[in-house]
């Protein structure tokens, strides 16, 4: 078997086991761990200071005992017994750098023991000292301070030292005391939020549960919204806005292909009836006309087929990936050359600004094809194109001479198969999708198409918008005088 293959190989993306659980564990997980590293090291952090604060306590004590003890070593005044003067300042001892003892705490006159730690002159020097034996017991830490100042006979060192006892104890005290608490700390943390984290996804949960309940057929459904403000209503709009979009989706899918399979339908049955009229009569028949009308039936059939391919094929995403920049002006004075030469009863005029757009070559001209197509079924005598940049939009106007579009029908002539009155004709050549199509190119590579209002009352405005290209050189359009006219 070949190595990193076979049933035992996990994907390199598979989620973790913690990522595959639910969210409820993740985030008491999550919180729990936080909270008992923040409390571990809290109440370290809290015992040392406690310590250090009494330490330092300490110290300042025998400090201040060494002082008081100063003038006398130096001047030779010691007695052989120091009194006690507090419960705080523990246990002195005055030693000779021969480790005779010239004067100490009752009971500590024998032995030199606070000794162990060296003696600095200037100021004390301090250290934590165990297994002193003091009084015969050597169990308890001690906490000694030495000076070494000059005298009469010579440098002699003096210790002062106090038991740790009570700092130990308390330190103790509160280690026992976060070991029980930080546990039951984390138990009722563990167990807020767990419920609360429960009964913050409740409402998720009764989404996904209606959302399991919606019938494809049927997307008129909606969720339920709770008026709270937070991001779980955010989310049930969000879903009932999708579904809004899939419900009229799947509406217009649905007059999509009513229509198409009802325009579809239309040539397909002429050119069966003409067939079957003429195998019938086939002594009246001219099998030319017959022949004729059939493939004029049977090209309308492919232009229809190659308009609705083209509708469902446009991938604005695809669209994106593939655009480029065009020089539209050029673009369009090509077209109208071509159009010129076919058509000697219309007069094209052209207002062209050179502007660049970023998109598809291929699906710009088709569109402006079918613009033009739909301006040449409606124009009477003349045409007009003019095209400039608004802002950051380059704009291409469209005008014919022929009948105004009502403004109530100007949003719907882009819908598939729509067809005013005066064109539903199908020897006015057109299949209801040129515009429809005209709108998705646009659309695709983030522009729009509409018809707006004749600027004298008369005739028909289209108006394509297209985001121009960055870096491009553009120009003012030219003064109406300029205007080339052809045709």
Do not use: C
Not at 51 to 77: C, K, T
Not at 440 to 456: Q, Y
């Amino acid at each position: 078997m070949a190595v990193g293959t076979g049933w035992f190989h996990m994907p390199a993306d598979r989620p973790s086991w913690f990522r595959r659980r639910s969210i409820r564990l993740r985030v008491t997980v999550a919180a729990s761990a936080a909270l008992l590293v923040a409390l571990i090291i809290g109440a370290f952090a809290l015992i040392a200071l406690q310590r250090r604060s009494m330490v330092n306590e300490i110290d300042r004590s025998l400090r201040d005992r060494i002082v008081g003890l100063i003038d006398s070593a130096r001047l030779g005044q010691l007695t052989a017994a120091i009194p006690v003067t507090g419960r705080e300042t523990g246990i002195v001892q005055i030693i000779t750098i021969d480790r005779q003892v010239l004067a100490s705490t009752p009971g500590l006159s024998d032995v030199a023991i606070l000794d162990r730690v060296e003696a600095s002159s200037g100021s004390p020097a301090y250290a934590s000292v165990k297994n002193l034996n003091v009084f015969g017991s050597a169990k308890d830490e001690w906490r000694v301070a030495a000076l070494q100042v000059d005298s009469r006979i010579g440098p002699v060192g003096i210790y002062a030292a106090t038991t740790l006892g009570g700092v130990n104890h308390l330190s103790n005290r509160l280690t026992v005391l976060f070991a029980t608490g930080i546990p039951l700390l984390e138990a009722l943390l563990i167990l807020a939020v767990w419920f609360s984290v429960g009964r913050a996804l409740r409402p998720v949960e009764s989404l996904s549960t209606q959302v399991d309940h919606v019938d494809p057929e049927h997307l008129e459904f909606r969720l339920t919204e709770q008026p709270t403000g937070d991001e779980i209503e955010h989310l049930a709009s969000t879903m009932n806005s999708l579904l809004e979009r899939l419900h009229r989706s799947r509406e217009r899918e649905r007059r999509f292909a009513a229509d198409a399979s009802h325009e579809l339908r239309s040539p397909l049955a002429a050119a069966r009836l003409g067939l079957e009229v003429a195998v019938a009569h086939p002594d009246k028949t001219s099998w030319p006309d017959v022949a004729a009308d059939t493939l004029a039936e049977l090209e309308r059939l492919e232009v229809l087929a190659r308009d609705l391919l083209d509708l469902t094929r446009l991938d604005p995403v695809r669209t994106v990936a593939a655009s480029r920049p065009v020089e539209l002006s050029s673009l369009i004075r090509n077209e109208i050359e071509l159009r010129v030469q076919r058509r000697s009863d219309l007069t094209f005029t052209q207002h062209l600004t050179a502007t660049s757009v970023r998109g598809v070559p291929d699906l710009l001209l088709r569109a402006l094809r079918n613009a033009l197509d739909n301006a040449e079924r409606h124009a009477q005598s003349a045409i007009t194109l003019s095209l400039f940049v608004l802002g950051d939009d380059a704009v291409l106007e469209i005008v014919n001479d022929g009948t105004t579009i009502a403004p109530e029908d100007r949003d719907r002539v882009f819908q598939p198969f729509v067809r005013l009155d005066e064109s539903r004709s199908a020897d006015s050549g057109g299949t209801g999708l040129g515009l429809a199509i005209v709108a998705d190119i646009l659309s695709a590579h983030g522009g729009r198409a509409a018809f707006v209002d004749p600027p004298n009352g008369t005739g028909t405005v289209l108006r394509l918008t297209l985001p121009i290209a960055l870096g491009s050189n553009n120009w003012l359009p030219p003064h109406p005088n300029e205007a080339q006219h052809l045709g």
